[in-house]
């Protein structure tokens, strides 16, 4: 049996076992493997290893670096499989939206979960943080047809009972989970910090988020044509 969490949107908090090849409705959560880094004792996947899994290279948009009271972990997002998940992710991390925000969800071995902004004024076990929360603002789902899996390490979009409830909760997976796969929106992959992710714990305290590297895609801007003399 495979250990599977519910959603925070469907009002539940409760973990679950799925039986193999039947996905259960991941909540806004997850943990993570990352790309492997020389401080990480025990890295996740790597960028090769997803674009193996995939059978393609991947578009690498920004890079976000968030800040922890157990330590810093990077993710780079892929705005090519997931334009609408990333470019809103981007944009409040930008805005200061995770910050001072708490781990709210772990399920061991499974997923880390973060990003309910509930948690700014109430303590993780508050009751109420389990019911929604977010940004106010909803992302359609992008998983259908994706070709990026859940390897370790990888950042998923959390949603409720409605595949349309995604918004700011996002997870990271510790292990390999291909029972999320085409049921939560890949877009993104830890390539430092892995075990400052693995160490996350319920309460822990994202510090700062930061937009560390733009998408070069987006900062790409045409040079100017020279006037005829």
């Not at 790309?35 to 393609?56: V, W």
């Not at 075990?195 to 560390?212: C, E, F, N, P, Y």
């Amino acid at each position: 049996m495979r250990t599977c969490i519910t959603s925070t949107l469907a009002w539940s908090l409760l973990t679950c076992s799925l039986a193999l090849g039947a996905p259960d409705a991941l909540a806004m959560g997850g943990k993570a493997r990352s790309t492997p880094a020389p401080a990480d004792r025990f890295p996740g996947a790597s960028i090769a290893d997803m674009e193996e899994n995939a059978g393609h290279l991947l578009h690498l948009g920004a890079r976000l670096s968030f800040e922890t009271s157990r330590g810093s972990f990077t993710f780079v997002t892929f705005p090519r499989e997931a334009p609408r998940t990333v470019e809103q992710i981007v944009r409040l991390t930008r805005s200061g939206f995770y910050n001072g925000l708490l781990v709210h969800r772990l399920v061991s071995q499974t997923v880390v979960q973060f990003g309910n902004p509930k948690t700014r004024t109430l303590p993780a076990s508050h009751p109420d943080v389990g019911k929604g929360g977010g940004s106010g603002k909803t992302i359609p789902p992008e998983f259908k047809g994706q070709t990026v899996r859940y390897l370790a390490g990888t950042v998923g979009l959390a949603h409720g009972a409605d595949p349309n409830s995604g918004d700011s909760q996002m997870f990271i997976t510790t292990n390999d989970a291909p029972y999320l796969d085409e049921s939560y929106t890949v877009f993104g992959q830890v390539v430092t910090g892995m075990d400052v992710v693995r160490s996350l714990q319920i309460g822990d305290k994202i510090l700062k988020a930061v937009v560390a590297k733009e998408d070069p895609a987006l900062q790409a801007t045409p040079t100017p044509a020279t006037p005829p003399s």
